[in-house]
């Protein structure tokens, strides 16, 4: 079982930065892929980012350019860092965490609310 607790959430004026940070119950990072996904209020949940087992790193292309994932395996933790933010990237974000076989875990939730 893997546990992932997400935190770094909060208001912010646009073009404003946050930092999100998900950290795992273990050294997970060499078997599973990290991602985040987002929920915006009334829409469905949506895939934002994704870095493989190997470092690969894919984004969806509204934030490309903006968001950067990244992880410390000293840490265990994975990392969004997000620039330039937007009132449309208000949404709540969860890490996930999926293996080859198929097992999927997701964080929480942290709340990112981007107004003046």
């Known amino acids: 079982q893997v546990q992932l607790v997400d935190s770094g959430g909060g208001l912010v004026q646009p073009g404003g930065s946050l930092r999100l940070s998900c950290a795992a119950s273990g050294n997970i990072f060499s078997t599973y892929a990290m991602a985040w996904y987002r929920q915006a209020p009334g829409k469905q949940r949506e895939w934002v980012t994704t870095l493989t087992t190997g470092g690969t790193t894919t984004y969806t292309d509204s934030v490309k350019g903006r968001f950067t994932i990244s992880r410390d395996n000293a840490k265990n933790t994975v990392y969004l860092q997000m620039n330039n933010l937007k009132p449309e990237d208000t949404a709540i974000y969860y890490c996930?965490?999926?293996?080859?076989?198929?097992?999927?875990?997701w964080g929480q939730g942290t709340q990112v609310t981007v107004s003046s």
């Open positions: 996930n965490a999926r293996n080859l076989f198929g097992a999927i875990f």
